[in-house]
């Protein structure tokens, strides 16, 4: 079975700092896929940024990097220099295997506010 | 380019009607999810097409949940009757070919729907 955890509800975090929100999964297959996404209060949901199971460097998109350590099946999300629209609700995801491939299993998600 | 549409945006509707959310994947997509969003499940998937063909339907919570894909351009969750506790926001969304190969799934401004 596949499981997601997110163990901030909320995190706060000075404009222009950086941040990290904390994502660990688990899975019993060798191949799979992680994703973040953000959701603000309007509702849409953001692709931001994947990590395949076998890349060997860990994925950046601007602003965005994840850092990947596979041995503790971590997935974190770090936001460098922090802006006041960066605040929203966060989301890690994990496409299974080779069963249910085609699914993306949720966490619960991390609140993230940006403070001017 | 244009992305996943849905509509309604929101509907508030009486217990025991007929509830019918649409959706236009992005073209090209051959990958059609719908997902539901509520404080107590966080983000679960009802239920995706391939090619217009259901493939898991596994999380559709009963038999008063229906989905349709008539095409390639369009599909339809419905509702019947609606109880209160459907109250969620609906999400479509699409990506093109399996995320086993990494492709993201991108998502629709989501159908905010209330029965009361």
């Known amino acids: 079975a596949q499981k997601i955890t997110q163990t901030q509800p909320g995190m706060f975090v000075q404009e222009k700092e950086a941040v990290t929100l904390d994502c660990t999964y688990d899975?019993?297959?060798?191949?799979?896929?992680l994703f973040w996404y953000k959701q603000p209060s309007s509702g849409e949901m953001i692709f931001l940024i994947y990590?395949?199971?076998?890349?060997?460097q860990n994925a950046t998109e601007g602003r965005y990097s994840l850092n990947f350590q596979k041995a503790r099946k971590s997935a974190n999300l770090v936001i460098s220099a922090s802006q006041l629209g960066d605040s929203a609700m966060y989301f890690c995801a994990m496409r299974a295997g080779s069963t249910g491939a085609n699914n993306l299993f949720f966490g619960t998600g991390t609140r993230l506010t940006v403070i001017p | 380019d244009a992305g996943v549409i849905q509509s309604p945006r929101h509907e508030v509707t009486e217990m025991g009607q007929e509830v019918t959310l649409r959706c236009k994947p992005i073209?090209?997509?051959?990958?059609l999810f719908w997902y539901r969003q509520t404080m107590m499940r966080g983000l679960e998937l009802l239920i995706y097409?391939?090619?217009?063909?259901?493939?898991?339907d596994s999380g559709m919570p009963e038999d008063r949940f229906s989905a349709k894909m008539p095409n390639a351009s369009f599909s339809t969750l419905k509702i019947q009757p609606s109880e209160p506790r459907d109250s969620a926001v609906y999400f479509c969304?699409?990506?093109?070919?399996?995320?086993?190969?990494?492709?993201?799934?991108?998502f629709g401004e989501g159908s905010w729907l209330t029965v009361v």
């Open positions: 097409f391939n090619n217009n063909v259901p493939i898991d």
């Open positions: 990590q395949g199971s076998y890349d060997q």
């Open positions: 969304a699409s990506s093109f070919m399996a995320l086993i190969t990494g492709n993201t799934i991108y």
């Open positions: 073209s090209g997509h051959d990958y």
């Open positions: 899975t019993s297959d060798p191949s799979y896929g």
